[in-house]
């Protein structure tokens, strides 16, 4: 079932969800439910609601946080208290939103969470997107990454990885790669397709560049042919397939870089 409000501030897109989904705090199970709502609050992945029958409420204490959503309302929080844990304004409802259906359902902070699963399987940085796909394709293409005219990386033993919504991921082997050119970050990001990545800055004469490439040590399974191989930003770096200079992407990361690029340089 998938249903679409109109409010002042736009639409809503709710949907039900034909997973299992569960949510723990200090080791008890707060909301367990095999009729989830997804709710695309933020463009690029849904949050799951729950429909309050399948909330443990006697583990929700009011509070008198009252936040504000120009699409769903005014939204009374609470705080979790569970396995001796508390999550403060962790848990959410919008009683009176103009989106009818959301108003006997409630929402959990992903963060203030200790576990999330979907079925038997558990879940980590956010829901999975029904609408996302990820395809990791081995490929013979030549494939070299430049940097101020430096190669980084020349390789055809790469992979690429097609993720809808962004421009295609070249994971290169790193026996291709320039690693004496990297050095390691203390940035670590969360994927909920691929897992936990690392990332190195790369250092061309007097310039550093941070966080430019980055790697899974370990991923999850349906990543797994990309354990150990290293991607560069393609917004940031001239990448060249079979020695054609590619167009560099616009994406949310070309606007983030623009706003460091002061820090390029080091």
């Not at 030549?142 to 005219?149: F, I, K, N, Q, S």
Request: glycine letters at 6%; hydrophobic letters at 35%.
């Amino acid at each position: 079932m998938k249903t679409e409000a109109r409010t002042e501030a736009g639409r809503v897109r709710v949907e039900m969800s034909a997973k299992r989904v569960r949510t723990y705090l200090g080791g008890e199970c707060v909301a367990d439910s095999v009729r989830p709502r997804l709710v695309w609050e933020n463009p690029s992945y849904p949050a799951y609601y729950f429909p309050i029958e399948d909330v443990r409420v006697d583990l929700l204490v009011p509070t008198s946080t009252v936040t504000h959503s120009p699409s769903r309302g005014d939204a009374q929080h609470f705080t979790v208290k569970a396995g001796g844990k508390e999550a403060v304004d962790a848990a959410w409802r919008y009683p009176e939103s103009a989106v009818q259906e959301l108003r006997d359902l409630v929402r959990f902070q992903w963060e203030g969470m200790d576990a999330w699963f979907e079925e038997d399987e558990e879940v980590h940085t956010h829901p999975r997107d029904p609408y996302t796909r990820i395809d990791i394709l081995a490929t013979s293409r030549h494939v070299r990454v430049e940097l101020d005219g430096v190669v980084l990386a020349e390789s055809r033993n790469a992979h690429v990885l097609f993720e809808t919504g962004l421009p295609a991921r070249w994971y290169v082997p790193k026996v291709d790669i320039r690693m004496d050119l990297l050095e390691p970050t203390a940035t670590v990001t969360h994927c909920p397709y691929k897992g936990q990545a690392e990332y190195w800055s790369a250092r061309v004469g007097d310039r550093l560049v941070p966080d430019l490439a980055w790697s899974y040590r370990t991923t999850l399974p349906e990543s797994q042919k990309i354990v150990g191989m290293v991607a560069f930003y393609n917004e940031r770096v001239d990448l060249f397939i079979e020695g054609e200079l590619q167009e560099r992407p616009v994406t949310k990361f070309s606007r983030l870089f623009a706003d460091s690029k002061k820090g390029d340089h080091r």
